[in-house]
């Protein structure tokens, strides 16, 4: 006798069929099981259930997905798993697929110099034209308007659904003075997305070996700036600057750089994680944190000012500050 699979390609949703299953057994069997304990594992297996088919669609997005493509994948009925996602997000499942991509693509504008077209197909569009008319109605603005901002206006993005909700707030606040950093600047390319995804820990490899050596010191400084790569059309720029804060008497080796970080508003963020939730966190500020102050971000480093007598090389705390402007 053959049994169908709990797991595979074909069933990535099965262990929530199992689950609910083994919920109703108890149910059943136990009649002391309380209806409001029944109703807190239910929601829990929902969310779960949706937390997986957002973790596909993400890792998707520049595949070609549909409705009924999304609906396979889930093990539901379309209808069902269209309403189970509305009540769990508050959105549907075709405005969040394509805010999401939407989102991506705004972000392709900025940090490459792939043309629109390339673009537009890599997130989806059936033309250049569709790609066109759904970005301004999202964003006020056409993909080239976009490209030529001087500041990057993240109102209006998306991120992917969070697995819980974001604990720390953030903040603007307005520096009052200039800060002058001292340290080293690397930089390197790579294709777009994949920085976020930090496959070859490369950020996270540098940010550890910083850590270390700087250890004893009371605070260090993270500096970030992105931009289009000239490997290819495709390759986003990635600048990352380490260093230390200096008085106005103090002189450092003469091989290190100086950055001084204007006054100005900026949005802050306390953070917490290992050195490989580093870049993730990053597209968070961008896609979950930044849109709910209806700021722009203006040029600059995003920084990020670490503290050194909390940091280890496993566990990093600091505070974020992206230089934003208002209105």
């Known amino acids: 006798m053959r049994f169908l699979p709990l797991s595979g390609p074909g069933w990535p949703m099965s262990h929530d069929i199992l689950q609910r299953f083994l919920l109703l057994f108890y149910y059943k069997s136990f009649p002391l099981f309380s209806f409001h304990v029944f109703k807190m594992l239910s929601q829990t297996i929902k969310k779960q259930h949706i937390n997986d088919l957002v973790d596909w669609i993400e890792a998707n997005l520049t595949n070609d997905i549909s409705i009924d493509l999304i609906t396979l994948k889930s093990g539901y009925s379309k209808w069902h798993m269209q309403r189970l996602f509305k009540e769990m997000t508050g959105q549907t499942l075709a405005a969040y697929t394509r805010k999401r991509r939407l989102t991506l693509a705004a972000m392709a504008l900025r940090l490459t110099r792939m043309p629109l077209i390339d673009i537009a197909v890599r997130f989806g569009f059936e033309n250049q034209q569709n790609f066109n008319r759904v970005f301004k109605n999202h964003f006020s603005v056409t993909p080239g308007g976009f490209r030529r901002l001087n500041v990057l206006p993240v109102r209006y993005f998306h991120g992917r659904i969070a697995q819980r909700e974001p604990v720390m707030p953030v903040l603007l606040y307005r520096r009052e003075e200039e800060l002058l950093l001292q340290g080293d600047t690397l930089e390197w390319e790579c294709p777009y997305g994949d920085y976020i995804r930090d496959r070859h820990q490369r950020m996270a490899s540098l940010v550890r070996h910083f850590v270390r050596t700087q250890q004893g010191d009371a605070q260090g400084w993270l500096g970030f700036q ?55 966190f990053i597209a968070d500020i961008y896609y979950l944190y ?38």
């Open 226 to 280: 992105y931009g289009p790569g000239n490997a290819s059309v495709d390759q986003q720029h990635i600048s990352l600057f380490r260093g230390v804060a200096l008085a106005n008497t103090d002189a450092g080796p003469g091989d290190l750089q100086c950055r001084t970080v204007p006054a100005g508003l900026y949005a802050r963020l306390a953070w917490r994680g290992s050195p490989e939730e580093l870049t993730r």
């Open 290 to 327: 930044l849109p709910q102050l209806n700021v722009a971000c203006r040029p600059g480093m995003d920084l990020l000012c670490l503290d050194l007598t909390r940091c280890t090389a496993d566990n990093i705390e600091g505070v974020f500050s992206i230089p934003v402007t208002q209105g």
